[in-house]
């Protein structure tokens, strides 16, 4: 059973930076693909950003350019480098599994790109 808890969130500028780590308290080799999500306030969560245990990555159009996700299974982390924030990218960012079947929802990280 891999616990995972996310950190990093804060306030930003538009145009800024964040970084978002996601530190699991056991071996995600063994995790096919992992993922990043979100969910602002009165929305649906949505998938942002996956890589899968050989580093192969996807992204949401919406974030494409901008997000990048990678990760370290010697640290057991999955990282999420946000730049070129928006107003839109506001929201509860959370880790999870993607494939092969995704865990239980942590708290997530709170986002907030603001002026």
């Known amino acids: 059973q891999v616990q995972l808890v996310e950190s990093g969130g804060g306030l930003v500028q538009p145009g800024g930076s964040l970084r978002l780590s996601c530190a699991a308290s056991?071996?995600?080799?063994?995790?096919?693909?992992m993922g990043w999500y979100r969910q602002a306030p009165g929305k649906q969560r949505e998938l942002v950003a996956a890589?899968?245990?050989?580093?192969?990555?996807s992204y949401a159009d919406s974030v494409k350019g901008r997000f990048t996700i990678s990760r370290d299974n010697a640290k057991n982390t999955v990282y999420l480098q946000m730049n070129s924030l928006k107003p839109e990218d506001t929201a509860v960012y959370y880790c999870?599994?993607?494939?092969?079947?995704?865990?239980?929802w942590g708290q997530g990280t709170q986002v907030t790109v603001s002026s």
């Open positions: 890589i899968t245990s050989g580093g192969s990555t």
């Open positions: 999870n599994a993607v494939l092969p079947v995704r865990g239980s």
């Open positions: 056991g071996s995600i080799f063994r995790i096919n693909a």
